[in-house]
């Protein structure tokens, strides 16, 4: 069991090596940090849209890419997506992405930086989210940014 890091600043302008975002099952990055993932990381999407194109895409499913030389990990931690404030993340699949992502620490230098997963226009309790985060990072520290500093309750 790992503690979070906290760090505000800009995940997309850190040094961070490998970076976890969370994706919908519908191959769409259009808004929210997988938008910024698409837009700085484009292989990153390539990889992600190529996987829903051949094989489709399920929860708890992640597909890393190399894009400008760091680790982009398409976490699929959601279904459908939606911009109703309904919540969209699949706590389950969260259980089993980080879980699953302790096979691969020392692979990732046992760091592991994202944002507040699920919990933006995924709609997810941050209290939720931080706990399975928490419980499940073992062979890694997870480190998370924020823009303003700010932890959600």
Known sequence: MSKIIY??????L??????????????????GFALQI??????????????YNECGLITGLII?????????????????????KKVYVDYQALYKIFRDLNKYGDIFDNRIAM????????????????????????????IVYTLDGIIPD
Do not use: F, V
Not at 39 to 45: R, S, T, V
């Open 14 to 31: 850190s040094d961070e090596p490998t970076i976890l975002h969370g994706c919908n099952a519908q191959g769409k990055m259009g808004s």
């Open 7 to 12: 760090i505000t600043g800009d995940l997309i």
């Open 64 to 84: 890393p890419a190399i894009s400008n030389n760091k680790i982009i990990l398409n976490a699929i931690s959601q279904d459908k997506y939606g911009y109703d």
């Open 115 to 142: 944002p507040l997963i699920g919990s933006g226009l995924a709609g997810g309790s941050w209290k939720i989210i931080s706990e399975i985060i928490e419980m499940e990072s073992i062979n890694y520290t997870p």
């Open 38 to 51: 698409r837009n700085n990381y484009p292989d990153a999407y390539k990889t992600y849209i190529k996987y």
